[in-house]
């Protein structure tokens, strides 16, 4: 007989002592065949007790209550709705002959595996404490100033401005290279919103760029034909923003070359690449100016928070002045154009510093992960991995793959779905801008006949990352895989 599991002739004494034991707060009293007849808890007994029965009777004095079952192979997310509908926190499965297989509770069952969650350790708490401490609890301050050199240091860039998000710095670096109505300029199509939607704020308009197979991040082929367009049409666009996609960089030696040969600057939007490597040089240090994200899901945080990074000092000056609501050095609050409230607090740069002293190790952890998910899922049928090119290290900030339904025997939405039924939190790969009905009517420039980055956004599936699940939360994970796909 399972642990859980009592006769009903128990005495009171023994399912105490056996609820002691399991320390699970529940029994399930079973008939000689093992059928389910009733749950047991402590209060059950307790009042059993209070109205007279002694510790040497048996359980099957209490009255008799068919208990809330469930069938064999249902999903987590059902059982909690059994347990939601029913105002209970235990759930004997059940077999066809109503025995009991095991009992499901509420904690273990509601314990939701996320995409990417924050992963603190014990250094932020200190540096946020001497913040409080010094009361510097403002969008500038020493943590703010370390922060900013501690970045310069650890990727190798002059000059860096420690913001409040990732999208902050973008639309920055669109005010820095002098974006307004009526210019153009490219962009990645295979990302998140944020890549584009600063140029919108200027007023200018994105041309959205596929991607190539090798990177899944810009076709330096599809770039050269819209650049080739844009000249033919002159009008050349102002920038042009390359997105290092889950923590990838992009082939940034040809993407550049074809840059400069335009003459065109280019914004590289490492929000999701912080820790990556193109060539052996940090992600994020090789255009005019480079963005990264310190959003709760990224591979360190400050919970929001961004910096915009440059090897030229002047251009991260400006980036100060306009990001203080641009105030002219006068005691009176002289104003000659608008900027913005877009500085970091002290207290987040305290996170910061804490966080990137961990940067290394945070990027091993989901290289880590990667490779887990990679030798667990190996047998299967259809299911390939982002690649990386021999000359590039990925920060691996998501395990991204794409899934061939007529290999695997099921499509990625599928998948998806069953994970989420086991509270597993996956996605799809970024939808590209181009296909967003906000976007409607932009150009695109295809890498070849057909879309990369539609195909990616077809067949991709990104798997869960964070750097603090544990190997039990990956077993989750890739169990679940197994059992759905081929
Ligand atoms: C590629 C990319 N660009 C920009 C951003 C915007 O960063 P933030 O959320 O810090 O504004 C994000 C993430 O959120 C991102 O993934």
Same mark, same amino acid.
């Given at each position: ?232 049409? @002159? !009008?050349? *666009? ?8 889950? %923590?990838?960089?992009?082939? /940034?030696?040809? =993407? $550049? ?68 609501? @641009? !105030?002219? *050095? ?8 608008? %900027?913005?409230?877009?500085? /970091?607090?002290? =207290? $987040? ?138």
């Amino acid at each position: 007989m399972k642990p859980d599991c009592i006769a009903p002739d128990t005495t009171l004494r023994d399912a105490l002592a056996r609820l002691d034991a399991t320390g699970r707060g529940i029994l399930v009293i079973v008939s000689g065949a093992g059928a389910a007849l009733r749950t047991v808890t402590d209060g059950d007994l307790r009042r059993l007790i209070l109205k007279g029965s002694s510790l040497e009777d048996p359980v099957s004095l209490l009255p008799d209550r068919a208990p809330v079952t469930a069938p064999e192979g249902l999903s987590r997310v059902a059982a909690l709705g059994i347990m939601d509908e029913h105002h209970v926190d235990h759930l004997p499965v059940v077999d066809a002959g109503n025995r009991v297989i095991e009992i499901l509770d509420r904690k273990t069952l509601s314990k939701r595996i996320f995409l990417s969650s924050p992963h603190m350790g014990e250094l932020e708490r200190e540096y946020v404490d001497e913040a409080f401490r010094s009361n510097w609890i403002a969008p500038l301050g020493p943590n703010v100033d370390a922060f900013e050199r501690e970045m310069c240091e650890m990727i190798g860039i002059r000059a860096a401005a420690a913001l409040s998000s990732g999208s902050a710095a973008l639309h920055l670096s669109m005010r820095l290279l002098g974006v307004g109505a009526g210019d153009s300029v490219f962009c990645s199509s295979l990302t998140f919103v944020a890549s584009a939607a600063p140029i919108i704020y200027q007023g200018a308009e994105p041309v959205f760029i596929d991607s190539e197979p090798e990177t899944w991040n810009m076709s330096p082929i599809a770039l050269e034909r819209a650049l080739d367009a844009a000249r033919a049409e @002159a !009008r050349l *666009p102002k920038a042009i923003i390359v997105v290092n996609l889950y %923590g990838q960089s992009a082939d /940034m030696d040809p =993407i $550049l070359q074809i840059a400069d040969h335009y003459g065109v600057p280019v914004v590289e939007d490492a929000a999701e690449s912080l820790g990556a490597l193109y060539k052996g040089r940090p992600s994020g240090t090789f255009g005019r100016l480079g963005v990264f994200s310190f959003n709760g899901n990224k591979i360190i945080t400050t919970s929001g928070g961004g910096m915009l990074v440059s090897d030229d000092p002047d251009l991260i000056d400006r980036a100060y002045f306009l990001s203080t609501q @641009a !105030r002219e *050095p006068a005691v009176h609050y002289e104003h000659k154009e608008i %900027g913005y409230n877009y500085r /970091m607090s002290n =207290i $987040l740069a305290g996170v910061g510093r804490g966080q990137l002293s961990l940067l290394k190790d945070r990027v091993a952890a989901r290289r880590a992960i990667f490779e887990t998910y990679r030798s667990a899922l190996a047998e299967l049928p259809g299911i390939s991995w982002m690649p990386e090119p021999e000359w590039s290290f990925s920060n691996r900030w998501l395990t991204a793959c794409t899934i061939d339904p007529d290999v695997a025997g099921i499509d990625n939405r599928s998948i998806l779905k069953r994970l989420a039924d086991e509270m597993i939190e996956a996605r799809p790969i970024w939808k590209p801008l181009h296909l967003q009905p906000v976007f409607e009517g932009c150009r695109y420039y295809r890498h070849g006949n057909e879309s990369v980055a539609d195909r990616l956004y077809e067949f991709g599936l990104c798997l869960p990352s964070g750097s603090n699940m544990s190997p039990a939360d990956i077993a989750r994970i890739t169990d679940k895989i197994c059992s759905c796909v081929g």
